[in-house]
């Protein structure tokens, strides 16, 4: 469940409570030095230094529920302070700072306060998908502590996870060159995308794998350059957006206002099977926000669990959505072409839309006379619209 952080003061402490929950960052005292952190949706791990008097000693404490464990704390050689929790990795484990008598030392460790390695003259910021972490340095690293990689200077991060260089409003990097953020509550070194210390279960916008990333887009640029021409234009018209009326703000349907939606503000296409952004919140804009408070799992259902639970299905979109945002299955885009196939390319317009006319599946059937279930919407388009191309199998065709 999401969280919001709220700030609190009193004297010699200053710190972050999550709600009843327990701390989320770093705690001070004039001389206990403490660090909290959140262990997934189990509860806080602490560490400390006692510095009452030389020489310093450490502890760590895990809470579960309302009970606390007291565990030995991760010490590695020569150390001066406590090691400072900075990530939670993927498979729950973290991955801290810690100053010792030879410089900084970036360090994982268990919930058990066992060190798994330490990396010299480096900072964690960013834990990986695949178990690893990116350092400040940008520097890329395995879930056993070994470079891996270069990526150059470190991104700024939107709340979508788009990359952006300071001061561009351009996209930095293409999703296929960006490190898949681990599943966690804290996956950064500011605990999320934002850097604003806020606890919440990311990833709620997932990046795709590479090749189904590439496959999409490429199926989106195709399909963009195709309604561009007089030919699919006027199917597309005539055959869909003639019958469907109006856009969400009331407009006539155009292909060239489509045309604009998709390419004005570029559409954000993720991973649905990792994804903790609220189901429910792509219908709802009143849930969206109940969202943005509590996230998924209390009230309201996670993307990735829709998906689990609805087999047959590939895509959800947001119902209206500008940017267009769309969750896929990842096994149902088709590689066919690079991408750029009938099939990926109707479902892709079928999802659009949702999101540019604020109409749901049964409203867009009736309106194009074919029947439920949202497959059929699909297949559609893909003899209606896109007929000038060789079908796929009808069986293949996503909803």
Same mark, same amino acid.
């Given at each position: 469940m %999401? +969280? @919001? %952080?709220r700030w609190g003061t009193r004297p010699g402490l200053t710190g972050i409570s999550v709600n009843n929950r327990g701390l989320l960052s770093r705690h001070s005292r004039r001389r206990t030095r403490r660090c909290a952190y959140r262990l997934h949706d @189990? =509860?806080?791990v602490l560490t400390w230094a006692d510095i009452w008097s030389p020489p310093f000693t450490f502890g760590m404490a895990v809470t579960t529920g309302t009970g606390v464990s007291l565990i030995n704390a991760p010490q590695v050689p020569g150390? #001066? $302070?406590k090691v400072v929790p900075v990530l939670q990795a993927q498979d729950g484990? $973290? #991955? =801290?700072?810690?100053?010792?008598d030879g410089g900084s030392l970036m360090v994982a460790f268990d919930g058990g306060g066992n060190v798994r390695w330490v990396v010299p003259n480096d900072q964690p910021q960013i834990a990986t998908a695949d178990g690893g972490v990116i350092g400040q340095s940008g520097i890329t690293y395995d879930s056993s502590g070994n470079a891996t990689g270069q990526l150059g200077s470190m991104p700024t991060y939107s709340w979508t996870g788009n990359a952006y260089r300071v001061g561009s409003i351009d996209d930095w990097l293409p999703n296929i060159l960006k490190p898949r953020v681990a599943l966690g509550y804290s996956p950064f070194a500011a605990s999320n995308y934002s850097s604003n210390y806020t606890s919440?279960?990311?990833d709620w916008f997932p990046i795709l794998d590479a090749v189904s990333y590439t +496959?999409?887009?490429n199926a989106l640029t195709d399909l963009l350059a195709k309604l561009a021409t007089n030919a699919v234009g006027t199917l597309a018209q005539q055959? #869909? $957006?003639n019958l469907l009326g109006n856009d969400a703000q009331g407009n006539r349907l155009t292909t060239a206002g489509f045309i604009k939606y998709l390419k004005v503000k570029p559409p954000g296409f993720f991973d649905g099977l990792r994804s903790g952004y609220c189901y429910d919140s792509l219908s709802d804009s009143y849930l969206d %926000?109940?969202?943005l408070v509590w996230g998924s799992g209390f009230w309201l259902n996670s993307v990735a669990l829709h998906f689990n639970t609805s087999p047959g299905d590939t895509a959800v979109t947001g119902t209206p959505s500008n940017p267009l945002l769309t969750f896929f299955r990842p096994s149902s885009i088709l590689s066919d072409n690079s991408g750029m196939n009938p099939v990926n390319e109707a479902v892709i317009l079928h999802e659009a839309l949702h999101g540019f006319t604020g109409q749901f599946d049964l409203g867009i059937a009736s309106a194009l006379n074919v029947s439920m279930p949202s497959c059929n919407i699909t297949q559609y388009i893909e003899a209606n619209v896109l007929s000038h191309l060789p079908l796929q199998d009808a069986s293949n065709s996503p909803n």
């Open positions: %999401a +969280d @919001r %952080a @189990r =509860g806080v150390q #001066v $302070f484990s $973290f #991955v =801290g700072s810690v100053d010792t919440v279960l990311l +496959d999409i887009h055959e #869909v $957006f %926000a109940l969202c």
